[in-house]
Nanobody, 124 residues
Framework: QVQLVESGGGLVQAGGSLRLSCAASGRTFSSYAMGWFRQTPGKEREFVSAITWSGGSTYYADSVKGRFTISSDNAKNMMYLQMNSLKPEDTAVYYC?????????????????WGQGTQVTVSS
């Protein structure tokens, strides 16, 4: 089992920045990849970014590329999402997730574990 807890969400004006954190505990060594997803009411969960736990390869949705940066600290079992130049359309609940399969990590169906989510609201 892997437990994930997100933090760092909040209210920010357009153009501002936030840094999300995800604390992982449990059998984290078995996790192949970690990801961030977001969801707004009435819409499906959307891929934001992912990072492989061992190799540090990173992936981004086109909508956030150049503005968001994913990183991890394996020694602390932490993952981060630095979000800059935030836009109102970035408003969503952001979820941290862990994938043990390591395949199709841009798709939420291939993640085994999820955090409870943290709200990010960007005002115009």
């Amino acid at each position: 089992q892997v437990q994930l807890v997100e933090s760092g969400g909040g209210l920010v004006q357009a153009g501002g920045s936030l840094r999300l954190s995800c604390a992982a505990s449990g059998r984290t060594f078995s996790s192949y990849a970690m990801g961030w997803f977001r969801q707004t009411p009435g819409k499906e969960r959307e891929f934001v970014s992912a990072i492989t736990w061992s190799g540090g390869s990173t992936y981004y949705a086109d909508s956030v590329k150049g503005r968001f940066t994913i990183s991890s600290d394996n020694a602390k079992n932490m993952m981060y999402l630095q979000m800059n130049s935030l836009k109102p359309e970035d408003t969503a609940v952001y979820y941290c997730a862990a994938s043990t399969s390591g395949i199709r990590i841009l798709m939420p169906e291939y993640y085994n574990y999820w955090g409870q989510g943290t709200q990010v609201t960007v005002s115009s």
